[in-house]
């Protein structure tokens, strides 16, 4: 019989826990934290003591849902960083004491590499597409925005990375300068479907090679949003609609140009997308275009495995495990990504 994985999940504002046998999903549970929406952004304080109140009835209805009792549990996968610290280090804390009283191997994974990795989660009614290695997944996210070459679950090379914000961040404080709800990409997005994505026209950045730049983006954006105010009050009421149709073709622009160029200079024509933005209609729909035109395989994610989520710390934590790779108890969560390397 395949083996069974706990996931969990706590390095931002969601609490999930998620059950796999092999690479099947059997249940997956998030509690989102309502708590921070009033501040209009993430306060890790209050994450993590969220976090805490959640992670045991999150794990309890994700194994009662799944019909797994605590001793049928193989391992223990947890993500160990990027991410705010002390919610970071609930879900690691949580992990290492499940891991003592069951006797249970844990099994420690990259959050980036479970996004990209999401894209090999099964449903149990049916097996989603899987992209062959070597691929491309444009990673997009609150807090980052990388194309990823991926040769093995194991092997993965940063091609091109923001020098500044993530589209994700820059989609959120645009919306929060327009006085929008956080987060603000979900927003942004259900806006633009009623504005006109050519009514404005906002700065793109010249960022050599296949890195990122959204700093200037936003600096253009309230710019023009400052300048139109001071003609007329109501401005951006407005043209709230088209204001955010055209950030947000301007972002996928921008996205998409470099990943085109990446697919061309290595030849890789299976192109994945996830992390948070890639639940983004506008994005999803360009990627399906270029793809069809492009001669691509493209993968995009189901939507409850776009934005954080348990299930697909689990499945990095299968092939881990499979691999051999297995933490000590005297692991260390890490908040910067760049201390994984
Ligand atoms: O992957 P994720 O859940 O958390 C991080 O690892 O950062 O991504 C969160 C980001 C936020 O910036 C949020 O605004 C954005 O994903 N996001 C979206 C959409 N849904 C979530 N951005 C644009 N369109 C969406 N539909
Ligand atoms: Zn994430």
Redesign the pocket.
Known sequence: MEITILGIES??D?TSAAVLRGTTLLSSVIASQEVHRKYGGVIPELASRAHQQNIVPVVDTALKEAGVTVDKIDAIAFTRGP?LLGSLLVGTSFAKGLSIAGNIPMVEVN?LHG?ILSHFVDLPDRQLPHPDYPFLCLL?????TQIVRVDSPFEMKIVGTTIDD????A??KC?KVMGLPY????V???LAKEGDPDAFHFAKPHVSGFDYSFSGLKTSFLYTLRDMMAENPDFIELNKCSLCASL?HTVVDILVDKLIRASKESGITDIAIG???S???V?RNRIADEGRRRGWRTFIPELKF???NAAMIAVAGYYKYKHGELSSLDVAPVARYEEML
């Open positions: 390095s931002c969601d991410g959050h996004h997009v996210s609150g807090g980052h993530a589209a994700g961040e989609l959120d919306a987060p603000g990409g979900p942004i997005d259900r947000l992390g948070g933005v639940a983004n209609s994005l776009t934005t954080d």
